[in-house]
Nanobody, 119 residues
Framework: QVRLVESGGGFVQAGGSLKLDCAAS????????MGWYRQAPGKQRELVAR???????NYADSVKGRFTISTDHAKNTVSLQMNSLKPEDTAVYYC?????????????WGQGTQVTVSA
C-alpha cells in the first residue's frame, strides 16, 4: 500500500504562483511513477503532469511552460510548481502514484487539494 498526502493548495490571483507537495509513505520503493491530476467542477479528471522512472516527464499541453513537476526521492515527495496561474487552472488537484506488483500496476490517490485562481 501507498499513502499520499497533498499540501499547498489555496487561493491566488491570476498570474500568481502556488506549489503543491505530495508526501508518499508505505511501499514507496516500488513506485514507478508519480503525477498530478486535476478535476474541475463538471469535468473529468485530467492529467496535469507525470514523472516516471526512466521515462522522464510529461505535461498537459495547457500547462506546458508554466508548471514544473519534480521529485525528491530521499523524502519520497513529488511537487508541482505552478506559475502564471490562470482562472481555468482552478480545480481540485490530486496526487497519483503507480506501483508495480508482479504483473499488475496499482494506482493510489491522495485526498485532493483545492486550487482556486481568481481573475
Amino acid at each position: 500500500q501507498v499513502r499520499l498526502v497533498e499540501s499547498g493548495g489555496g487561493f491566488v490571483q491570476a498570474g500568481g504562483s502556488l506549489k503543491l507537495d505530495c508526501a508518499a509513505s508505505g511501499s514507496t520503493s516500488s513506485i514507478s511513477s508519480m503525477g498530478w491530476y486535476r478535476q474541475a467542477p463538471g469535468k473529468q479528471r485530467e492529467l496535469v503532469a507525470r514523472i516516471s522512472s526512466g521515462a522522464g516527464t510529461n505535461y498537459a499541453d495547457s500547462v506546458k511552460g508554466r508548471f514544473t513537476i519534480s521529485t525528491d526521492h530521499a523524502k519520497n515527495t513529488v511537487s508541482l510548481q505552478m506559475n502564471s496561474l490562470k482562472p481555468e487552472d482552478t480545480a481540485v488537484y490530486y496526487c497519483n502514484a503507480r506501483r508495480t506488483a508482479g504483473t499488475t500496476t496499482l494506482q493510489y490517490w491522495g485526498q485532493g487539494t483545492q486550487v482556486t485562481v481568481s481573475a
